[in-house]
Nanobody, 121 residues
Framework: QVQLVESGGGLVQPGGSLRLSCAAS????????MGWYRQAPGKQRELVAA???????NYAGSVKGRFTLSRDNAKNTIYLQMDDLEPDDTAVYYC???????????????WGQGTQVTVSS
């Protein structure tokens, strides 16, 4: 069984910073794209940032220049450094990964349980 375990999040004032982490655990798997989505109350879930196994990144326009996504392939972990946070960044953040089960050669999309980020004074 493969799981995505998230950490980080919390309450921060506008202009502050937070770092989210997401680690994939289990056995018999490889990971291609990993990333973060977020969902604010009353809104659809949206992509925040994604990164390939080769390190190529893609960011939503609203976070470009403020958020930085990095990846440690040896630890199957990604890190989202969020700087200059704004109230509009308030949402539940979900880790996401496309994972291949090696023995069956099947690909599936996995989600973390979500972590709350609140930006408020």
């Amino acid at each position: 069984q493969v799981q995505l375990v998230e950490s980080g999040g919390g309450l921060v004032q506008p202009g502050g910073s937070l770092r989210l982490s997401c680690a994939a655990s289990g056995s018999d798997f490889s990971i291609d794209v990993m990333g973060w989505y977020r969902q604010a109350p009353g809104k659809q879930r949206e992509l925040v940032a994604a990164i390939t196994s080769g390190g190529d990144t893609n960011y939503a326009g609203s976070v470009k220049g403020r958020f930085t996504l990095s990846r440690d392939n040896a630890k199957n972990t990604i890190y989202l450094q969020m700087d200059d946070l704004e109230p509009d960044d308030t949402a539940v953040y979900y880790c996401n990964a496309f994972i291949t089960r090696i023995t069956t050669n099947t690909v599936a999309r996995y989600w973390g349980q979500g972590t709350q980020v609140t930006v408020s004074s």
